[in-house]
């Protein structure tokens, strides 16, 4: 199956900073989506996005599928912006989204 | 945008016994989905929830541990039978095909928190 790795693993920020997360893909991309899974467990749509750029206020998502990677910007960080932020891939085989193992981003005030 | 709600949000269980899980969608969705997310890792597919059918589990998990029902196009419950507390962990549905988001997009309930003692 798809392989995602996502980096980096952990991130502190003072608030204010700029980031950027980045997830690679071991096959082709399909259905890219980028999700923030706050403090409370709860799991929020950020982007879905197979390929090109979106932007949604502080935060962009570019994904290059040719080269099978996507990256997430998160600019003016706030403190609530923590949490893990999660890409997922869709299997072209079944409905499966496979998990990277998530970036912890902790943005200190 | 569609509200997804899963019960119980929380519940602290005695091994040996099983708990219920149901997840409501406010809308008709295509496809509705099972999660497992144990503490401090990533997410993992326990299986698809087939409507008027027996879900298709992924590999590593049966239905004998985690039965699903799905009895229409808006509700579905899974359930973890004799629960050890290897079976702590957020339980997530996910449901795809909403009318008005883009194909194939999936969104998540906002999780069972199961811990077994």
């Known amino acids: 199956g798809i392989q995602v790795e996502q980096s980096p693993p952990d991130l502190i920020l003072q608030e204010g900073a700029n980031s950027t997360l980045r997830c690679n893909f071991s096959?082709?991309?399909?259905?890219l989506q980028w999700f923030h899974q706050n403090p409370w467990g709860q799991l929020i749509n950020l982007f879905y996005?197979?390929?090109g750029t979106k932007q949604n206020g502080r935060l962009s998502a570019t994904t290059v599928a040719t080269e099978r990677y996507s990256l997430l910007y998160i600019s003016s960080s706030q403190t609530t912006d923590s949490g893990v932020y999660f890409c997922?891939?869709?299997?072209?085989?079944?409905?499966?989204?496979?998990f990277g193992e998530g970036t912890q981003l902790t943005v200190n005030p | 945008s569609a509200v997804i709600s899963q019960k119980p949000s929380r519940d602290i269980c005695q091994r040996g016994t099983s708990l219920t899980i149901q997840c409501q969608v406010d809308?008709?969705?295509?496809?509705m989905f099972w999660y497992r997310q144990q503490p401090g890792q990533s997410l993992t597919l326990i299986a698809t929830?087939?409507?008027?059918?027996?879900?298709?589990?992924e590999s590593g998990f049966v239905i004998d541990k985690f039965p699903i029902s799905r009895p229409n196009l808006t509700f579905s419950t899974l359930t973890v039978s004799n629960m050890s507390p290897e079976d702590s962990s957020i339980y997530l549905c996910?449901?795809?095909?909403?009318?008005?988001?883009?194909?194939?997009?999936?969104?998540f309930g906002p999780g069972t928190r199961l811990t077994v003692l």
């Open positions: 809308s008709q969705v295509t496809m």
């Open positions: 997922a891939e869709r299997e072209t085989s079944g409905s499966r989204l496979t």
């Open positions: 996910s449901v795809e095909g909403l009318s008005w988001s883009s194909y194939n997009e999936q969104f």
């Open positions: 996005i197979p390929s």
């Open positions: 096959d082709s991309v399909n259905n």
């Open positions: 929830a087939n409507q008027g059918s027996e879900a298709t589990y």
